[in-house]
C-alpha cells in the first residue's frame, strides 16, 4: 500500500503523529510511505525513516521546493492566502511518483486513522482520476466562486484515493497548473479547488467515515443537506451517523483540535497515545487504551 503526505517542516510533528496511526491500524500490512516535502530538515527525515524502518516498513523523500518555486515563476500572482504553499505539492503527486505506483492513498498530516484503511485502498475506481469524501460544509459562494451548480458536489482534498496511471494517462496534471494559471494563482482553498473542477465528474465520491471532519461531531445531518443539497444523495443518514459513531479517518478541522491546549476534542483521546509512539511530536503518553476507546 502507497501512502502519500506532502508537508513543510512545520508539520513534521503532526505527520508523525498521523503516520503512527497509520502504523498502530495497519499492522501486517506491508506499507510504503512517500513524503513530498518543501523545506524539511535533514534531521527530521531521519527520525522519521529511523521510525518508519524500525517498523519494517518503507519511506521515500521528495524534495519538491525546486519544483514550487518553478510554479511561482510559472504563475507570478500565485498566492495560497493563509495555507502553507506545501498544499500545492499534491499537484506534483502523478508525476513525483515512480511511474509503477498506479494507485496511492494521499493523507493530510492532521489526521488521524482509526481503523483499517484496507477496505478504502481495496475501492475500485475504474474510469474515474480520484476518490474523495464530500464536504458539505463547503461555503455555498464558495461553489458559486467556483462555477459549481447547487447539484454539483464539492469534495475535500485532506483524503484521496488517487488512480495514478489514469491521471497521467489523461494529462490532468498539465491540465490542474494551466486551470491555475488561469486563475491567476488565486484560489481559496488552492489545490482543492482545482482538483474539484479540473476532475468534475471523474472523482468517485467515498463515505464520510473515510475523511471525516472532527466537528462534524457537532453538525446535524439535516443541517448538513440544507447547506449542500447534494449531499443526501451522496451520503444518506445512516452513513453519516455511522461515520461520526466510528470513523475510519478523522481529519481535525475548525478550532477544536487535540494538539491546541484547552481543546476538547471529541476525537481527542487517541491523540496523546500516538504522540508517544512516534519521534518527532513531544507530547507524551502511556494511555494506550484511549486509542481503542475512540474507534
Known sequence: MHIIYGVDDNFIPLLSVSISSV?????????????????????????????????????????????????????PGLNTGSFSPA????????????????????????TVVLQSLTPLYATALSENALGMAAEPSIYKSHCRFLGLSEKEPYFNAGMILWNLSYFREQGLEEQCLRYYQLKMGRLPFNDQDILNIVCKGKIKPLPQRYNFFSNYYYFRYKALCENAPWYEKLEKKKGFKRAKAHPVMVHFAGASRPYVRGSGNPYGRAFPLLCGEQPVYSRRSKRKRAFYAAV
Open 87 to 110: 498544499t500545492l505539492l499534491r499537484l506534483f503527486i502523478p508525476g513525483v511518483l515512480p511511474k509503477n505506483v498506479t494507485k496511492a492513498l494521499y493523507l493530510d498530516a492532521d
Open 23 to 75: 502504523l498502530h491500524t495497519m499492522q501486517g500490512e506491508t506499507l510504503h510511505f512517500h513524503i513530498l516535502s518543501m523545506g524539511c530538515k535533514k534531521e527530521n527525515e531521519e527520525k522519521l525513516r529511523h521510525f518508519i524502518e524500525g517498523e519494517g516498513q518503507k519511506i521515500s523523500f521528495y524534495e519538491l521546493e525546486e519544483k514550487l518555486q518553478e510554479l511561482k515563476k510559472r504563475i
